[in-house]
């Protein structure tokens, strides 16, 4: 074989070996890319439907962002408890109290995004002992309080919201949450668990 022939093979075979090369990663690209296809595909289809949520009620948003005046006569709200409208300049700690939360003090509250879990005082103990402790594992964004003029033993608002339940459900209040908190017009304010007058 002449030089020039040696030279032609092995252009030939540097060029079959670069299309093997190519046509191998091409087929790698492919596989990865179809196998995550496919594992979104099996995410999709097994995945558990989220909880549904039955009885939330929303409200016609009254306005965020306006405070009262001092010796303002707060607004008459068309919720109550109170979802939204105008309210007190400062916000009430988040975290467990002692003592009812006026509604232009809980509206702040829930503008910052968070859920405010309300209970008449006549509350069986056990019930509200689980309730304080599901607080308690909360980080932040949540408020339970006593309310005397509740229609419903347990009621659960967030901003425009609201859930009346007949007994403390830690997974129905849990799935509220989650859906819920942080959901108001004022989000990024922080409200961590900082109160505890359970004791």
């Given amino acids: 074989m002449t030089g020039s022939g040696k030279k032609s093979t092995a252009r030939q075979q540097r060029r079959e070996a670069a299309l093997a090369k190519k046509k191998r990663r091409r087929t790698m690209i492919f596989s990865i890319i179809g196998a995550g296809i496919v594992a979104v595909i099996v995410f999709v289809v097994t995945r558990p439907e989220p909880e549904e949520l039955v009885g939330v009620e929303t ?40 003592t009812e939360v006026p509604d232009h003090f809980q509206v702040h509250n829930l503008e ?7 209970y008449t005082p006549d509350l069986p103990e056990t019930e509200l002992t689980s309730l ?38 830690l997974n129905t209040i849990d799935t509220y949450y989650g859906r819920y908190v942080r959901t108001g017009p004022e989000v990024g304010v922080a409200c961590p668990f900082a109160v505890d007058e359970s004791a």
């Fill in 59 to 98: 409200f016609a948003d009254m306005g965020s962002g306006d405070h009262l005046a001092a010796g303002e006569t707060p607004p008459v709200y068309n919720s109550s408890p109170a979802t939204s409208g105008k309210h007190a300049p400062s916000p009430v700690q988040c975290g467990i109290v002692a």
């Fill in 112 to 118: 910052h995004g968070t859920v405010i879990i309300q």
């Fill in 132 to 169: 304080q402790d599901y607080a308690r594992s909360k980080p932040g964004h949540i408020l339970v309080a006593p309310r005397l003029d509740l229609s419903d033993p347990v009621v659960v608002t967030s901003w425009t919201r609201m859930l009346r339940l007949d007994s403390v459900d």
